[in-house]
């Protein structure tokens, strides 16, 4: 269920999480978040929306999403049972899906007619269109020029499923000026236009909202875990982290426990002194999209560009709640470079026969590096957020 | 926030009112189209009449803005503007002019200059008045209490998706005048009819009592300004004086003294639209 059964993790009235987030945006969108957020505490109420929601994970998504054992890696890396949480088995191939389910109803609980959405590498785009096509409803997803080169399989699956791909051709030419797009034509439209945004940013609601409709994650992995080991909550809990939205949906379960280990990996690129995506790692609190969070800036404040060969965590900031734990320490964060992410496609490609997104490969990056420090009776999870299909252009370059 | 004593924004825009007559603001971007550029064109657009005038503090990434802008603002950021210029511009046109400079842009760059530090180098710099699109209206924010404390106007924005008590409580919070943007849209948006958007300005209006009421977005001529001026105190031009410098300093040749002429003139015929 979508819940709200963690009170340290939940934003303020004011959508505050500690002193990130919050809503920085131009008036005209008051009226519509108010009505959002009041939209999303009325679904939450509702057994007909969960319903809704529920079954449509199980019967179009396929979820539960299995929880495998990953027992050749385990050997390889020599220390804890490392178990993959498959989010890369859901209908589209990935996680995002999650996501644009629960808004599109949401959308159509408030009677909007067009649905707008930004992407990087375009799996939120495959998403949205695809939930779109479903429900038979309009769509516009805003994608960097840079982007629709790099990830061209996924711009002709989202033609084919119906939405009209338009290029950002400002600034960078990715996520972030997608983004500033779409934001504009919600400006725009917006008395009649849904934004689904795709990752756990943005002015609140969203960052919570978006959270909720991927806490699915975690709480399969409960299950799943006390099934196959026993016991409910794995010692460490592994996710690569762009704008945060599948290390929140298996982090946020275990947050009330500390003695979960949750580990975020950031992507630092060519290197932390070189071109990178490390929000987290490097980055000073500041505004963008909405959102007081960490952010990727020079001394004046002006939004630097990020880099990194994952198109999905090419983006100069970071969800306002993974910002706060840091803060607070609660999840430590680390960062894998492209060629470390490209280690961890092969790994795990070759190990398990699972060939993963570029996004989850520095996730595994980061798993190499903490598997081997665990003891055997440890239990790691890492969410293997996506398939790689979409990545062969760009591995087979790299490799 | 609101404070007791007028300041000396809100006086000036009173004054205008009691002769009868409606402001022409002006909006250009600091640092455009080079950093030689701006005091120059703010006397231009001084002398063509304006009664205040907006500075621009680019942004990389202004989500408020339409094309024209957007492109001012990267190419000011190219040239090399800094937050300490633009306060440097407008120090010295304050102290050439009594015309009132207001300065516009995004929350991040005021964040990173130092909320507090801001506000303090902007009144001693002689700003009256500044406007954050991305900013809502908020007594508790640092933004407006830093405003407050150093005496600079906040001008908040409305819009036509803004409900009735919502204009009450920023008509509230709103110092200096309050900013009715004319449709849902970026800066520079077509307008179409105009007749909705006097029906809300009308509305506006009716609930917006503390502070002068100017509108912006998307006013580009004098018949624009003369129209949108019947239900409001005044009217702000941007996008359409980006658009005239870019071409007057990209096009075919004319010297330095014949662009500024172009601007000026370009003012003083949007200021002809405030008066009936």
């Not at chain 1, 088995?89 to 959405?117: E, F, S, V």
């Not at chain 1, 779409?182 to 909202?209: E, K, L, Q």
């Not at chain 2, 402001?23 to 455009?32: R, Y």
Request: hydrophobic share 40%.
């Amino acid at each position: 269920m979508i819940e709200e059964t963690l009170t340290t993790a939940q934003p303020d009235a004011r959508g505050y999480f500690g002193d990130f987030g919050g809503a920085f945006v131009p008036e005209i969108l008051v009226p519509a978040l108010e009505e959002l957020t009041e939209a999303f505490s009325d679904a939450k109420k509702d057994p007909a929306f969960q319903a809704r929601y529920h079954g449509l994970l199980r019967d179009y998504v396929g979820r539960p999403t299995a929880l495998t054992f990953a027992e050749r890696l385990t050997e390889r890396l020599g220390g804890g049972r490392i178990y993959l949480k498959r989010e890369d088995l859901c209908h589209t191939g990935a996680h995002k899906i999650n996501n644009a389910i629960g808004q599109i109803l949401l959308a159509r609980r408030m009677g909007k007619t067009r649905i707008i959405a930004e992407t990087g590498a375009g799996q939120h785009g495959v998403a949205t269109a695809t939930v779109c096509a479903r429900f038979g409803m309009e769509c516009v997803v805003y994608m960097g020029a840079e982007d629709i080169e790099r990830q061209k399989l996924n711009v002709h699956r989202m033609q084919l499923l119906g939405a009209e791909v338009r290029p950002a051709t400002s600034g960078s030419q990715t996520l972030k000026d997608a983004t500033n797009e779409a934001i504009r034509d919600w400006v725009t439209n917006v008395r009649d236009t849904f934004y689904i945004i795709g990752s756990v940013v943005g002015p609140h609601p969203y960052p919570a909202m978006v959270r909720d409709f991927h806490t699915i994650i975690g709480e399969e992995v409960k299950v799943d875990l006390e099934d196959k080991e026993g016991r409910q909550d794995p010692d460490i809990l592994i996710a690569c982290v762009g704008g945060g939205s599948n290390a929140i949906g298996i982090f946020h379960p275990f947050l009330n426990n500390p003695d979960v280990r949750c580990i975020g990996v950031e992507a630092s690129g060519e290197g932390l002194d070189g071109r990178h995506a490390a929000t987290l790692t490097l980055g000073k609190p500041g505004i963008l999209h909405g959102a007081l969070s960490y952010l990727l800036q020079d001394a004046e404040g002006q939004v630097d560009l990020a880099h990194s060969i994952s198109a999905g965590l090419d983006y100069p900031g970071v969800g306002p709640e993974h910002a706060w734990l840091k803060q607070t320490g609660r999840v430590e964060y680390l960062s894998a470079t492209d060629d470390e992410a490209m280690e961890g496609v092969k790994l795990l490609s070759e190990t398990e026969g699972i060939i993963p997104a570029l996004e989850t490969a520095h996730a595994i990056a980061g798993l190499a590096r903490i598997a081997p420090e665990t003891s055997p009776d440890e239990l790691i999870v890492l969410n293997c957020s996506g398939r790689g299909d979409k990545d062969m252009q760009t591995i087979a370059g790299a490799l | 926030m609101a404070v007791n004593v007028e300041s000396r924004l809100s006086a000036h825009l009173r004054g205008l009112a009691e002769r009868g007559e409606k402001a022409l603001g002006m909006f250009i971007t600091s640092g455009f189209p080079d950093l030689n550029a701006t005091p120059d064109l703010l006397d231009a657009i001084d002398a063509g009449g304006a009664d205040f005038i907006e500075l621009g503090m680019p942004f990389s990434d202004p989500l408020a803005e339409g094309i024209p802008i957007q492109r001012s603002s990267a190419r000011a950021l190219e040239a090399g503007v800094t937050m300490a210029k633009t306060l440097e511009y407008a120090r010295d046109f304050t102290s050439r002019s009594d015309t009132p400079l207001l300065l516009m842009g995004y929350g991040n760059p005021v964040m990173q200059y130092g909320i507090s530090n801001f506000f303090r180098d902007a009144r001693s710099s002689g700003v009256e008045g500044v406007i954050l699109p991305d900013v809502l209206p908020d007594p508790e924010s640092p933004f407006f209490r830093s405003a407050a404390e150093h005496g600079v106007d906040t001008v908040c924005l409305v819009s036509p998706t803004t409900p009735t008590a919502r204009l009450e409580h920023i008509d509230r919070l709103s110092s200096g005048f309050v900013y009715a943007v004319s449709v849902t849209g970026v800066t520079g948006a077509n307008t179409g009819d105009a007749s909705p958007i006097l029906d809300y300005l009308r509305r506006v209006k009716q609930t917006v009592r503390e502070n002068a009421l100017m509108v912006g977005f998307g006013i580009r001529s004098a018949e624009n300004v003369r129209t949108m001026v019947s239900e409001a105190d005044g009217a702000i031009v941007g996008s359409a004086l980006v658009n005239l410098v870019a071409d007057v300093w990209d096009g075919e040749a004319g010297s330095r003294a014949e662009r500024l002429a172009a601007v000026t003139a370009f003012v003083a015929d949007l200021k002809s639209g405030t008066r009936s």
